[in-house]
């Protein structure tokens, strides 16, 4: 079953992240949205290690670090 996510396009915002501009913020509601269809759950942790990581804030091995942490169990 689908469950809709919070998206704020005037505040740029999903789940409360905050994201730099409207077309990022729609490029990641839209993949996002994909695949929860396959039964993907997205958390406001998640999303945040993807901005981090996109705005090259963390290295991209601390990225896949990070998200093996969440979900590599």
């Known amino acids: 079953m689908y469950t809709s996510i919070e998206i704020d396009r ?3 915002t ?3 992240v905050k994201f730099t ?3 990022s913020l729609e490029s990641t ?3 996002i949205g994909t695949n ?3 039964g993907f ?3 406001k942790e998640l ?3 993807y ?3 996109k705005s090259q804030l963390i290295s991209e091995s601390d990225f896949l670090k990070k998200l093996y942490a969440i979900y590599g169990k």
């Open 10 to 12: 005037e505040n740029l």
């Open 14 to 16: 999903l789940l409360g």
């Open 21 to 23: 501009d409207l077309k």
């Open 29 to 31: 509601a839209n993949a």
């Open 36 to 38: 929860m269809f396959e």
């Open 41 to 43: 759950e997205p958390t």
């Open 47 to 49: 999303i945040q290690l």
């Open 51 to 53: 901005v981090d990581w």
